[in-house]
């Protein structure tokens, strides 16, 4: 693996003061890595995402990029557009952030609408699509901005089979170029399948991370799946 | 307790106003009492007693068109309330007794909360009738009963239109109907002496029957809550436009659907401006959005209107003040809409370069500002310098507009 892209070390985290959310979230992320942020409903998955993005109000500790100049993209659960622009603004509009040409805009935006088959809607407004459409849109802006880092809550839920499968396959060549990603998932089969290494959250903190091996030790059980070794870490915690 | 339509009512009645005193609540602190509503009614209070004194200038501007026109705009404002709830879908569907004591008393409240209405309306009109256009009381009477009733018939009218007929079709109707009243009130003005009160008995039999007929009707439960539902976001959303952005949640300030497919404008994704920089679409996306928000382009629209009426008819100092106070609020409005356009939830989805909002913000006001400012610049200068006053006026219109601007960017962060 590469350099370390992020460093995250979370003492305490939450909505408010009064509400701590998380604690003691500390762990890195490389080039080319895939991690998986695995945990059962309200462990604090999503509360570490919203740290990282800094939409949080309450985070005490730091959240360190290796330089100023990297860049993430996020791709949430649930689509957010503005809604009085079309699919075609939002690229427009992500482009005009990111201070790419029209030309690298155009290059970059053309194939990925074509694989996700948004081609002949892109100048309709995405409220009018339907839910797996619309995390599409959210994939594409987020492969169209070549962040360092991916940051993805949640991306199978909407997705037909066909856009999975292209979605993991361009997420795979991004690494190859160098990003790394952070992958929230209830679906433990596909992110045993992809994933290089693992956070396990539970009640707000980290009970595990490392290897699928790592964790297999974690859990003390040999030749389990990452969905046993979990279910085991959970008992005992 | 068995449950009785009265009972019902009742119960739904303190809700309603429960609803609005907290929209009262959040619109209207002690600021609002202070630097708008107090200083307002001080300034209408004065202007009612130089009215009743034949001292008010600007009262000789209010002819009958004008009059029918106010009029009118009343007779238009009512809105009918059906008191129901989902939740008693299945309840009254089985009690039509209780059912039908509910929709007398909706009707009922109708009449009541019209006639208090008018009331003050009549009461603050009454001047100008009988001080200005030589009214007798007998007059005044006859035009307070053909509006008061006028206005019931009309509410009743526009929610049957809205819940039995398609939403152009209605719409369209809506519009003869607003014809058709004011030619009628036209006509009422200009012979109150001789018909006034062969017009007001027409005015109450058709309200009299209408309302009888409109008591048998069956009711559309899903279409009525609807209607409920819509009436009460859109004041939820007015309130929450015109206070500065308060934090609220999302889905107040927000329509609950979009049906349409493509926006009515820039229909194949045109672009503003040619270059690709986070100043410049954080402008495009402001004044694209801006323009394609039906509700806030009709606010945008409607504090121009307001504007341009009040230059019309106030009195000359007031005139000036109407000037500068509408350029403020269409500031204040632009700022507004650049929070909601600014903390949406999109801009996390990438970390780019950090943009300073105050200077991007400031070219898009600008531009933003100039039609509301040209516009009431020009009314202003052509009724003080006629033509003249259309060519010099909009530069010290546009110079005061991007000092607003200024005063409004300094304060976003």
């Given at each position: 693996?590469?350099?370390?892209?992020?460093?995250?070390?979370?003492?305490?985290?939450?909505?408010?003061?009064?509400?701590?959310?998380?604690?003691?979230?500390?762990?890195?992320i490389?080039?080319?890595e895939l991690i998986g942020l695995i945990?059962?409903?309200?462990?604090?998955?999503?509360?570490?995402?919203?740290?990282?993005?800094?939409?949080?109000?309450?985070?005490?500790?730091?959240?360190?990029?290796?330089?100023?100049?990297?860049?993430?993209?996020?791709?949430?659960?649930?689509?957010?557009?503005?809604?009085?622009?079309?699919?075609?603004?939002?690229?427009?509009?992500?482009?005009?952030?990111?201070?790419?040409?029209?030309?690298?805009?155009?290059?970059?935006?053309?194939?990925?609408?074509?694989?996700?088959?948004?081609?002949?809607?892109?100048?309709?407004?995405?409220?009018?699509?339907?839910?797996?459409?619309?995390?599409?849109?959210?994939?594409?802006?987020?492969?169209?901005?070549?962040?360092?880092?991916?940051?993805i809550?949640?991306?199978?839920?909407?997705?037909?089979?066909?856009?999975?499968?292209?979605?993991l396959?361009?997420l795979?060549?991004?690494r190859?170029?160098?990003?790394a990603v952070l992958m929230s998932t209830?679906m433990l089969d596909t992110a045993e399948r992809i994933c290089d290494r693992f956070l396990l959250?539970?009640?707000?903190?980290?009970?595990?991370q490392g290897t699928l091996?790592?964790i297999?030790?974690?859990?003390?059980?040999?030749?389990?799946?990452l969905?046993?070794?979990?279910?085991?870490?959970?008992?005992?915690? | 307790?068995?449950?009785?339509?009265?009972?019902?009512?009742?119960?739904?009645?303190?809700?309603?106003?429960?609803?609005?005193?907290?929209?009262?609540?959040?619109?209207?602190?002690?600021?609002?009492?202070?630097?708008?509503?107090?200083?307002?009614?001080?300034?209408?209070?004065?202007?009612?007693?130089?009215?009743?004194?034949?001292?008010?200038?600007?009262?000789?501007?209010?002819?009958?068109?004008?009059?029918?026109?106010?009029?009118?705009?009343?007779?238009?404002?009512?809105?009918?309330?059906?008191?129901?709830?989902?939740?008693?879908?299945?309840?009254?569907?089985?009690?039509?007794?209780?059912?039908?004591?509910?929709?007398?008393?909706?009707?009922?409240?109708?009449?009541?909360?019209?006639?208090?209405?008018?009331?003050?309306?009549?009461?603050?009109?009454?001047?100008?009738?009988?001080?200005?256009?030589?009214?007798?009381?007998?007059?005044?009477?006859?035009?307070?009963?053909?509006?008061?009733?006028?206005?019931?018939?009309?509410?009743?009218?526009?929610?049957?239109?809205?819940?039995?007929?398609?939403?152009?079709?209605?719409?369209?109707?809506?519009?003869?109907?607003?014809?058709?009243?004011?030619?009628?009130?036209?006509?009422?003005?200009?012979?109150?002496?001789?018909?006034?009160?062969?017009?007001?008995?027409?005015?109450?039999?058709?309200?009299?029957?209408?309302?009888?007929?409109?008591?048998?009707?069956?009711?559309?439960?899903?279409?009525?809550?609807?209607?409920?539902?819509?009436?009460?976001?859109?004041?939820?959303?007015?309130?929450?436009?015109?206070?500065?952005?308060?934090?609220?949640?999302?889905?107040?300030?927000?329509?609950?659907?979009?049906?349409?497919?493509?926006?009515?404008?820039?229909?194949?994704?045109?672009?503003?401006?040619?270059?690709?920089?986070?100043?410049?679409?954080?402008?495009?996306?402001?004044?694209?959005?801006?323009?394609?928000?039906?509700?806030?382009?009709?606010?945008?629209?409607?504090?121009?209107?307001?504007?341009?009426?009040?230059?019309?008819?106030?009195?000359?100092?007031?005139?000036?003040?109407?000037?500068?106070?509408?350029?403020?609020?269409?500031?204040?409005?632009?700022?507004?809409?650049?929070?909601?356009?600014?903390?949406?939830?999109?801009?996390?989805?990438?970390?780019?370069?950090?943009?300073?909002?105050?200077?991007?913000?400031?070219?898009?006001?600008?531009?933003?500002?100039?039609?509301?400012?040209?516009?009431?610049?020009?009314?202003?200068?052509?009724?003080?310098?006629?033509?003249?006053?259309?060519?010099?006026?909009?530069?010290?219109?546009?110079?005061?507009?991007?000092?607003?601007?200024?005063?409004?960017?300094?304060?976003?962060?």
């Amino acid at each position: 693996m590469g350099m370390k892209i992020l460093n995250v070390s979370i003492d305490e985290a939450g909505y408010s003061q009064d509400e701590v959310v998380i604690h003691g979230i500390n762990f890195d992320i490389k080039e080319g890595e895939l991690i998986g942020l695995i945990g059962p409903n309200g462990a604090g998955k999503s509360t570490t995402i919203k740290s990282i993005l800094g939409t949080l109000e309450n985070v005490v500790g730091t959240i360190q990029f290796q330089d100023q100049s990297m860049r993430y993209a996020y791709i949430p659960e649930q689509p957010v557009f503005y809604e009085e622009l079309t699919l075609w603004e939002h690229i427009q509009f992500t482009a005009s952030i990111c201070e790419l040409t029209e030309q690298e805009m155009t290059e970059r935006a053309k194939p990925l609408l074509e694989i996700f088959r948004l081609d002949d809607v892109i100048h309709q407004l995405p409220s009018t699509f339907s839910k797996g459409m619309q995390q599409k849109l959210m994939i594409i802006l987020a492969f169209l901005t070549k962040p360092n880092l991916y940051i993805i809550d949640e991306p199978f839920v909407g997705l037909d089979p066909k856009a999975m499968n292209d979605f993991l396959r361009l997420l795979n060549e991004e690494r190859e170029q160098g990003a790394a990603v952070l992958m929230s998932t209830h679906m433990l089969d596909t992110a045993e399948r992809i994933c290089d290494r693992f956070l396990l959250i539970m009640k707000g903190s980290i009970i595990a991370q490392g290897t699928l091996a790592d964790i297999r030790n974690a859990a003390q059980v040999q030749d389990a799946n990452l969905f046993d070794s979990f279910e085991a870490l959970m008992e005992r915690t | 307790m068995m449950m009785t339509g009265k009972r019902l009512f009742k119960r739904r009645l303190k809700q309603h106003i429960q609803f609005y005193m907290q929209i009262r609540r959040v619109a209207v602190d002690w600021a609002v009492w202070i630097y708008v509503l107090i200083p307002l009614l001080l300034t209408g209070l004065y202007q009612y007693i130089t009215l009743w004194n034949m001292e008010a200038g600007w009262a000789t501007y209010l002819n009958e068109p004008a009059l029918a026109l106010i009029i009118t705009i009343f007779i238009f404002s009512g809105i009918s309330i059906s008191f129901l709830q989902s939740a008693d879908i299945l309840y009254l569907w089985q009690k039509q007794d209780v059912m039908g004591t509910l929709h007398r008393y909706r009707l009922g409240y109708y009449y009541t909360i019209s006639l208090v209405k008018w009331l003050i309306v009549i009461g603050i009109l009454a001047p100008i009738f009988m001080v200005y256009l030589n009214w007798t009381g007998s007059m005044l009477c006859a035009l307070g009963l053909i509006v008061y009733f006028l206005q019931v018939l009309v509410g009743i009218l526009r929610r049957r239109f809205k819940i039995q007929l398609g939403k152009w079709v209605s719409r369209f109707l809506i519009i003869g109907l607003v014809v058709v009243v004011y030619i009628l009130m036209r006509y009422s003005l200009a012979h109150m002496a001789t018909t006034g009160w062969v017009l007001a008995l027409v005015t109450i039999v058709m309200t009299a029957y209408y309302s009888t007929y409109f008591i048998r009707q069956k009711q559309n439960f899903y279409r009525e809550i609807d209607l409920d539902t819509e009436h009460k976001n859109k004041l939820l959303q007015l309130v929450l436009m015109q206070s500065a952005y308060i934090g609220g949640p999302e889905y107040l300030s927000e329509k609950i659907s979009n049906l349409r497919k493509h926006p009515w404008l820039f229909r194949k994704s045109q672009k503003m401006f040619k270059a690709y920089t986070p100043e410049i679409g954080y402008r495009e996306v402001f004044i694209k959005s801006l323009l394609r928000s039906k509700n806030w382009l009709l606010l945008y629209v409607q504090i121009v209107g307001f504007g341009v009426f009040g230059i019309v008819m106030f009195p000359f100092w007031l005139k000036w003040f109407m000037w500068i106070g509408m350029i403020f609020l269409i500031g204040n409005f632009l700022k507004t809409y650049w929070n909601k356009i600014w903390s949406h939830q999109f801009l996390d989805l990438v970390k780019w370069r950090e943009v300073e909002p105050q200077k991007v913000s400031r070219h898009t006001f600008r531009i933003a500002i100039i039609p509301a400012s040209l516009v009431l610049s020009a009314v202003l200068g052509y009724i003080i310098l006629s033509y003249w006053g259309i060519l010099f006026l909009p530069m010290i219109g546009l110079a005061i507009a991007f000092g607003v601007v200024e005063f409004f960017t300094k304060r976003i962060s």
